[in-house]
């Protein structure tokens, strides 16, 4: 019999992935979706597998209906990815953000607990909750000091996922994933940002590109090496945390001189600082040791920065090519 499996936020960059993932190896894959006016089912569709996805209605903030979901689908794994995640907009929504990240959480562990506390868990926790570093690489016994709403209401998250297996035996892991991108990376997010204004730059669409602060420093790998991580997390017969990283930092700036070369192009003639982007509190830098997921799963990322931002930058082109705009 195969598997099942449910996904909140199924319709984000790292549901998509983990979809696809997740049907290669033979799983019914069951997703929740929020219903929303726009097109949300462009990744999946991107990635082919919209037709063989279950979709089911269902908002995080409404732990009734994600009872039913746990019910329809009675999946064997949860993989709670839903969440309002973009930093940004944490501090003009600090409340909807502590909401659907932080309670939403709250609500997938206890719809989980009620229909069936044998399902594992899978919470998508963040280096955001490191913030202002307190170690030089961030493992997972770094102490957290998160600098945004959004982080905050991922801590709470995270340490509801370790309470839940400590209190009711739950097989609750949290993946403490660095930054993951990807060509189905949203565009408000500083990678996409880029690579989508290269491309239009390239094209004669766009003359400049305005960004805040190209000084902050992220451990950035890639959305499809980062969701075999968390499967993996899945599998182990104990639950437990893992950090997710590539273990390299850069600037926002080199990662802008690698995206504008690709295209043979100087980003010194096309980014301009705009005061608008910088954040009220920012992290500044963020560095990943992921040893234990090494070694206990496994895993090491098989991508890098460059081929990533190519990877990118040529499929931005690609839509521009087939849209006209
Ligand atoms: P994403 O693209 O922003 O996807 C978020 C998903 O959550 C979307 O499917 C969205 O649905 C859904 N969602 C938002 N509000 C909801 C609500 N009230 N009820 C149900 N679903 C809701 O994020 P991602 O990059 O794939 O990241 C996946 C998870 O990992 C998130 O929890 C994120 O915070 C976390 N994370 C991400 C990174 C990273 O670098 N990507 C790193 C660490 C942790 P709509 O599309 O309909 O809005
Ligand atoms: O910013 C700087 C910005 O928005 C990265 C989410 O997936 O990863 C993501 O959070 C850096 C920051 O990602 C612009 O100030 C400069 O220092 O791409 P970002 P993030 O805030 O690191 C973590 C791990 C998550 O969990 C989150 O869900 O880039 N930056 N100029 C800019 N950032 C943006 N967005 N736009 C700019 O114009």
Redesign the pocket.
């Known amino acids: 019999m195969s598997k099942s499996a449910l996904i909140?936020?199924?319709?984000?960059?790292?549901?998509?992935y983990l979809a696809k993932l997740l049907l290669e190896k033979g799983y019914k894959v069951h997703g929740?979706?929020?219903?929303?006016g726009s097109d949300?089912l462009w990744?999946l569709r991107e990635l082919g597998v919209e037709r063989d996805v279950s979709l089911i209605d269902?908002?995080?903030?409404?732990v009734t209906s994600l009872i039913r979901a746990m019910e329809m689908a009675r999946p064997q794994e949860v993989y709670?990815?839903?969440?309002?995640?973009?930093v940004g907009t944490s501090w003009s929504q600090p409340i909807l953000t502590a909401?659907?990240?932080g309670v939403?959480a709250v609500n997938v562990l206890e719809a989980v607990r009620i229909v069936d506390a044998k399902a594992r868990f899978y919470q998508?926790?963040?280096?955001?909750m490191f913030g202002l570093i307190q170690a030089a690489k961030q493992d997972e016994n770094t102490p957290f000091y998160p600098r945004s709403p959004?982080g905050v209401a991922?801590l709470m998250a995270h340490w509801a996922t370790v309470n839940y297996r400590e209190s009711f035996g739950l097989h609750a892991s949290s993946?403490?994933?660095?930054?993951?991108?990807s060509p189905?990376?949203?565009p408000e997010?500083v990678t996409r940002k880029v690579t989508q204004a290269v491309a239009r730059i390239k094209k004669g669409l766009q003359k400049e590109l305005r960004l805040g602060n190209i000084d902050a420093q992220r451990d950035w790998g890639f959305?499809g090496d980062?969701v075999e991580a968390m499967w993996a997390m899945l599998q182990q017969d104990e639950a437990s945390d893992y950090v997710v990283a590539t273990g390299t930092t850069t600037t926002v700036r080199a990662m802008c001189e690698i995206a504008f070369k690709h295209v043979g192009l100087n980003y010194q003639d096309y980014v301009v600082i705009d005061p608008e982007f910088f954040r009220p509190a920012e992290v500044d830098i963020l560095l990943g040791n992921p040893a234990k997921a090494k070694a206990g799963l496994g895993w090491e990322p098989k991508t890098s920065l460059e081929q990533l931002i190519a990877m990118m930058v040529d499929s931005d082109l690609r839509r521009l090519e087939v849209s006209g705009s």
């Open positions: 909140t936020g199924i319709t984000g960059q790292d549901g998509a929740l979706m929020a219903r929303r949300s990744r269902g908002d995080l903030t409404d709670n990815l839903g969440a309002q995640s973009f909401q659907v990240t939403g998508a926790s963040t280096s955001e959004y991922k993946g403490i994933l660095f930054n993951h991108e189905l990376r949203g997010f959305a980062y």
